[in-house]
């Protein structure tokens, strides 16, 4: 272990896996259980550790460039893990117009963290894949030359190899599930969790666009030379694309953290949840199927906490 291991930092792993009664599915004979990754690390919470464990590792202490939206996990945890184990990082931001403006809670925490934070104009933020474009990127950035860059919510083929731990985990329960339901912004997460998961995963994107399946297959391709696992995606749960969603979606989020004494993240989790519960309703499993829904994050910082977000902001 180097000492820009977040392994270092205490992680709680295997994270619990804990059933959750609840009558939408009991009454149908299922079982739902939370696997809690929300629990893994306060600062570094879900899969945002298990995507940047091995990066982090591979890093050794050079300074860590990546990009997000101006409400992204990935930008916070990144920074947090800087400021825990004493390396710099860059947070890459989308859309310049918020240079001038002040930081919204998840930024501000960003930036107490200790991460500079440059802000992008969205055709070039969109262009980072282009060579030229990332150069452009970095030279704004002021990025030094031995810089190690994380892609976008950190989704690389280390990020993937990490998120194998998860179906290992799952597996290695006392008793097993059968389904496994994720919720997905790149992909990578589903990548790895269903390489190793020995049931079915299920993957509920939060963005609109109908691409996902295609990226973990190059994810996926990438990490692991070709297809792994069993998963599907139901792309009906998206509630009008990232960081979107209505009242009921926002009402479903209340009762189910009510239900289960557990404040519920509303960028991804509570779509997963949502998606779940409309599935067992559906009738989409058979009686006796013990199904895990993975707690990938924790509410955003702020005085929100979660609660009602600005709408399409991304
Ligand atoms: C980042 C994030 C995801 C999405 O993970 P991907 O690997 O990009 O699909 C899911 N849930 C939460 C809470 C996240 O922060």
């Known amino acids: 272990m180097n000492a820009f291991d977040p392994a270092r930092l205490r992680p709680r792993l295997p994270s ?6 609840d009558e939408r599915f ?17 600062d570094l919470p879900g899969n ?12 050794g202490g050079r300074p860590v460039l990546t990009f997000g939206g101006a409400y992204s996990n990935h930008l916070r945890a990144t920074a947090a893990a800087g400021r825990l ?58 990025a030094p030359d031995d810089v190690y860059v994380v892609p976008e919510g950190g989704s690389n083929v280390l990020a993937v190899r990490g998120c194998v731990e998860l179906g290992r985990e799952l597996n290695g329960a006392e008793d097993p599930p059968d389904v496994v339901a994720v919720a997905c912004g790149t992909g990578g997460t589903l990548a790895g969790l269903a390489a190793a998961f020995e049931g079915r995963t299920l993957g509920v994107p939060v963005l609109r666009g109908g691409f996902l399946g295609r990226e973990v297959q190059a994810l996926q391709e990438a990490a692991f030379g070709g297809p792994r696992g069993d998963w599907r995606l139901d792309e009906r749960f998206h509630f009008g694309g990232y960081a979107r969603t209505t009242p009921e979606l926002d009402a479903f989020a209340q009762d189910f953290g009510t239900r289960h ?45 979660g609660a009602g977000r600005p709408r399409g902001s991304g």
């Open 16 to 21: 619990p896996l804990e059933p959750a009664v």
């Open 26 to 42: 009991t009454r149908r004979g299922l079982t739902l259980l939370l696997k809690r990754d929300d629990l893994i690390h306060p």
């Open 48 to 59: 945002k550790w298990r995507k940047l464990a091995l990066n982090l590792r591979e890093a």
């Open 85 to 142: 184990l004493g390396f710099a990082t860059i947070g890459v931001v989308r859309g310049d117009e918020l240079a001038g403006r002040p930081l919204n809670p998840s930024l501000a925490r960003c930036a107490a963290d200790g991460m500079r934070l440059v802000f992008a104009d969205r055709a070039t933020y969109r262009a980072k894949h282009r060579p030229e474009a990332l150069a452009r990127l970095l030279a704004l950035a002021g």
């Open 261 to 305: 004494e557990l404040a519920i993240e509303r960028l991804y989790v509570a779509k997963m949840l949502y998606g779940l519960t409309a599935l067992a309703e559906e009738g989409a499993f058979a009686p006796g199927t013990r199904i895990a829904a993975v707690v990938t994050g924790a509410p955003e910082p702020g005085p929100d906490s």
